[in-house]
């Protein structure tokens, strides 16, 4: 699972293979733990990977 902010969801979307996208609730965003992972901001989706190939899929994708 991946982090992102509304602005990186597109960003973030192409860095994962076969995506699962699940928006953050309100009472858990407003901890702040979650951190988008491309700009640090309040994550707002978890995108979730099932696949073991997805580090090489971030590192292309970055």
Do not use: W
């Amino acid at each position: 699972m991946i982090a992102v902010c509304k602005q990186h969801v597109n960003q973030g979307v192409k860095m994962i293979f076969l995506p699962h996208v699940q928006p953050i609730p309100d009472d858990l965003k407003n901890t702040g733990v979650m951190k988008c992972h491309l700009c640090g901001k309040k994550a707002d989706f978890k995108l979730y990977n099932f696949e073991s190939q997805r580090k090489a899929f971030m590192k292309q994708a970055i």
